[in-house]
């Protein structure tokens, strides 16, 4: 790769993105910085900021501003706390980038204070009869449909991340220990168990279905787009997004949904948090501790054994 000549802030962007790519970042990881960095770069247009050395302190303030003021053009809501604080250091950290590789004298965002990120609850969960339902939609649809439904048992079974299930060759399948070995960001290998409904599923799609789609270029590729070769993120997403959408739920997050489902239906039957962190491939546990707060069914058991209003008659008449 070639350090840029330029100090022009999206030539600069281009070099910043193959420098991710080059430690291995993922496609997911990659997208985002890259749509918040043109998010950045378009204000600054605007503004007749086009170099990086131009980006301080005071422009990060009025860049925080307009954040706070935003609306998202389809419901008009605002950014959550998150949001602001994920575009915001997607900045931070391209400009450190900069500094680093002696394309900036100085860091001038070194001591930038950002948001509190927050505590954002998923949404709109799916529940497992709500899954099931789901799964009965791709049988409509002959080869492809079952193919689907092969990658969707995937995703219930196991709750790994869509970019997670791409990347799976056939043999990271291990049968006979209903185990599946996954690459998780940062490189990082773990071994995560399948039922046997998710081991049938597997095994009828790689011998009856996955042949009709393969071609000597699909190599290893566990589960087969179309054309033969290796599913894309985003298609795989949609593809989700349409069969929910078939069984009449329209949410977002379609493949994460299934994610959270694993987690909270595993702690509402008593898995140990630890355990959760592991499957899940969190790096720290206060990740994973975000699903006590979605997990309901404990904690209604408990209200209900417990607090006296839940525990006396009914105070009408």
Known sequence: MHKPTTKRIWRCARYYFELCLAKGQSSDTLRGKRGGLKKFFLWCLERNVTRIDQIDLDLMDDYAAYLNAYRKPLDKRPLCLAQKRNLLTFVKTFIKYMYVKNLLPTNPLENIELPSRGQ????????????????????????????????????????????????????????????????????????????????????????????????????????????????APGKVSDMASLYGKLAGFDRTGACHLYRHNTATTMLDNGADLRHIQEMLGHASILTTQLYTHVSRKKLSEVYNDTHPSAKGASGLF
Request: with cysteine; aromatic share 10%; net charge positive.
């Open 120 to 231: 954002q609850i998923p949404k709109a969960l799916y529940s497992v009869d709500e899954i099931e339902t789901i799964l009965e939609q791709p049988l409509l649809f002959g080869i492809k449909g079952l193919r689907d439904r092969a990658i969707l048992e995937c995703l219930f079974a196991t709750g790994i991340r869509r970019g997670e299930l791409v990347e799976l060759n056939i043999d990271d399948i291990k049968f006979s220990e209903r185990l599946i070995r996954v690459y998780g960001k940062g490189d990082k290998e773990r071994l995560v168990p399948i039922s046997i409904r998710g081991c049938e599923w597997l095994a009828f799609y790689i011998g009856k279905i996955r042949p009709m789609f393969a071609f000597i270029g699909s190599g290893k590729c566990l589960f087969l787009a179309n054309n033969g070769k290796r599913y």
